[in-house]
């Protein structure tokens, strides 16, 4: 049996609603929150990024693990605004946690699907007997430009999966990959804000990556959406999860745990990591999760999981998802919010 020895989730306290992002540009905030079915989105701090966001995420997941550090062989961070273009992300969270020197270390990138990318390469590994554990993490804190309709939902959080084959809480029982060359959302070297292809990141992109991964692994391992406690699917809104869930067959109340975009936003790599994260809070032994990711350019990456008896030992070693949501919110005004995210760039000659 291999999987999911320990997890961990991260959410900022900073939020901002969405009326105050509304307010700003004179666009009909009702109208945002109708679509987008969101209603606020959490927001770095000044000394946060997806460096930290990881390395907080992943010391939980070390409590609920139990385990020494040092055994864990590989850490990979998946995410689409690690802070250096160059310099990578693991080497500071390996240092931050003590799991190196002797730890295989890699940046992950491929938009908001890095996460489940990083979550599979570590589950590969310990399956395939290279390491006793690896740890795998998907964080973000993305941006949306200025007025533009993704500055709504690009957020900050993540979550962290320590996989391995002993005293494991949650068993991957099977995995599936579904990709294409699919251009719906992209950022070139050196540009601040990443640029999308409007409604065509919806039919071409999103569904079609998300149903064709799901149907892919349903049909894998002859299960139904009714085998299932809780689904999660990648959530850059509030609509296009839910829509997929019904299209698909699963009823309302399987992805209710798990959609907490309407209080977070899109999280990008974090998203879909977080979403199973909140699941595993509150699931009980032999219940199965279904998970589909997905990432522009394009592909998604589905697991089933189920959960086993040490998961109910676990679960309260760290906060939830969902109490961290509710703690001590700090909401922001629009002007702190862009002095925050660095929104206003200036050219001095």
């Known amino acids: 049996m291999y999987g999911i020895v320990g997890y961990g989730s991260y959410v900022p306290r900073y939020r901002i609603?969405?009326?105050d992002i509304a307010r700003q540009w004179g666009a009909?905030?009702?109208?945002?929150?109708?679509?987008?079915?969101?209603?606020?989105?959490?927001?770095?701090?000044?000394?946060?990024?997806?460096?930290?966001?990881?390395?907080?995420?992943?010391?939980?997941?070390?409590?609920?693990?139990?385990?020494d550090p040092q055994e864990i062989g590989a850490c990979y961070?998946?995410?689409?605004?690690?802070?250096?273009?160059?310099?990578?992300?693991?080497?500071?969270v390996i240092d931050a946690l003590g799991l190196g020197p002797v730890c295989h270390v890699a940046d992950f990138e491929f938009a908001c699907k890095a996460g489940t990318e990083a979550m599979f390469v570590a589950y590969s590994h310990v399956k395939a007997g290279e390491m006793k554990y690896a740890l795998g993490i998907g964080a973000d804190t993305s941006q949306g430009a200025p007025g533009d309709a993704l500055e709504y939902t690009a957020s900050a959080g993540g979550a962290a999966y320590i996989m391995g084959g002993?005293?494991?809480?949650?068993?991957?029982?099977?995995?599936?990959?579904?990709?294409?060359d699919t251009p719906d959302f992209w950022r070139r070297e050196g540009e601040f804000y990443p640029r999308h292809a409007?409604?065509?990141?919806?039919?071409?992109?999103?569904?079609?990556?998300?149903?064709?991964?799901?149907?892919?692994?349903?049909e894998l391992s002859s299960m139904k959406p009714e085998d299932f406690r809780f689904a999660v699917f990648h959530m850059p809104n509030g609509k296009f999860p839910l829509r997929a869930g019904k299209i698909l067959g699963f009823r309302q109340e399987q992805l209710e745990q798990g959609w907490v975009v309407n209080l977070m936003g899109n999280t990008y790599s974090g998203s879909s990591p977080t979403?199973?994260?909140?699941?595993?809070?509150?699931?009980?032994?032999?219940?199965?999760?279904?998970?589909?990711?997905?990432?522009?350019?394009?592909?998604?990456?589905?697991?089933?999981?189920?959960?086993?008896?040490r998961l109910a030992e676990i679960q309260r070693k760290a906060p939830a998802v969902r109490d961290q949501l509710a703690d001590r919110r700090i909401h922001l005004d629009y002007g702190k919010y862009?002095?925050?995210?660095?929104?206003?760039?200036m050219n001095v000659t």
Do not use: M
Request: include cysteine.
């Open 17 to 19: 609603r969405a009326e």
């Open 28 to 67: 009909d905030a009702e109208a945002y929150k109708k679509g987008l079915l969101l209603e606020e989105k959490t927001v770095p701090g000044p000394d946060e990024d997806t460096i930290t966001i990881s390395v907080a995420a992943a010391r939980y997941a070390l409590q609920r693990a139990g385990i």
């Open 77 to 92: 961070i998946g995410s689409e605004s690690h802070p250096y273009a160059v310099k990578p992300s693991g080497t500071v």
């Open 166 to 180: 002993d005293n494991v809480a949650a068993e991957i029982v099977y995995t599936y990959s579904y990709t294409s």
């Open 198 to 218: 409007g409604r065509f990141t919806g039919e071409p992109a999103y569904f079609h990556h998300v149903l064709n991964a799901t149907r892919g692994i349903l």
């Open 275 to 309: 979403g199973l994260a909140a699941c595993l809070d509150v699931a009980k032994p032999g219940d199965q999760i279904l998970v589909t990711s997905f990432g522009s350019g394009a592909g998604s990456d589905s697991f089933i999981i189920r959960c086993t008896k």
């Open 338 to 345: 862009v002095a925050y995210r660095g929104k206003i760039r």
